[in-house]
Every structure is written in structure tokens, then in C-alpha cells.
């Protein structure tokens, strides 16, 4: 069983960056794709981004294309979500997660594990 933990999130104002963090262990991170979604208020979790188990591949929902990136650091078991431009809209609880298939994470489907959230409001 891999644990994952998010930090990063905090109160910001619209147009500053944020970079999340998701710290995993119990499980050998690099072998497996990571992805982040988010749930906004009254709203159900939806998929942002993933990359490949080394990172060469990503992708991501339209919304956040350009100003979101996702990384990861494989030698401390550590993935990244920067996040640029933020946009009222963007205030939302994100989530990591570590994938078991790289195309079946944007569906939420054959999820490992989830962290725990990290919230991230952003004021106009």
C-alpha cells in the first residue's frame, strides 16, 4: 500500500503560482504514472494532469493547459503540480494519485491511492 501526502496549498490572490506537493511512500514510486484532480465546491472531482512513471509523458485537461505543469522528482518519491495564473475558479480541494494504468487516470479509474487533499483558495 502506497501513502501519498499533499502540502502546498494555501490562500492566494488571482494571478499568483502555487507548486503542490505530493510525498508518497510504502511502494516503489517511480514504477507507477501519477496524476492530480481536483473537487471545487459543490462540484465532483475532476482530473487535471498525469505523467508516465518517468515523466517523459504528460497530458492535461483543457482548463489548465499553459498554466499548470506537472513534474516529478523519482529519487524522493516526490510529484508536482505548479500552477500559474490561478484563477478564482481554480479554488478547490487537489489531490494526487498514484495511477496502476497512465490512460485510465484521467477517468479516476484504476487508482492505487489517493492523498488526502490539500486546499488551495484563490481571491479575486
Known amino acids: 500500500q502506497v501513502q501519498l501526502v499533499e502540502s502546498g496549498g494555501g490562500l492566494v490572490q488571482a494571478g499568483d503560482s502555487l507548486r503542490l506537493s505530493c510525498a508518497a511512500s510504502?511502494?516503489?514510486?517511480?514504477?507507477?504514472?501519477m496524476g492530480w484532480f481536483r473537487q471545487r465546491p459543490g462540484k465532483e472531482r475532476e482530473f487535471l494532469a498525469l505523467?508516465?512513471?518517468?515523466?517523459?509523458?504528460?497530458f492535461y485537461t483543457d482548463s489548465v493547459k499553459g498554466r499548470f505543469t506537472i513534474s516529478r522528482d523519482n529519487a524522493n518519491n516526490t510529484a508536482y503540480l505548479q500552477m500559474n495564473g490561478l484563477k478564482p475558479e481554480d479554488t478547490a480541494v487537489y489531490y494526487c494519485?498514484?495511477?496502476?494504468?497512465?490512460?485510465?487516470?484521467?477517468?479516476?479509474?484504476?487508482?492505487?491511492?489517493w492523498g488526502q487533499g490539500t486546499q488551495v483558495t484563490v481571491s479575486s
Open positions: 494519485a498514484l495511477g496502476l494504468s497512465y490512460a485510465s487516470i484521467p477517468s479516476g479509474e484504476q487508482i492505487a491511492s
Open positions: 510504502g511502494r516503489t514510486f517511480a514504477d507507477y504514472p
Open positions: 505523467i508516465s512513471w518517468g515523466g517523459a509523458s504528460t
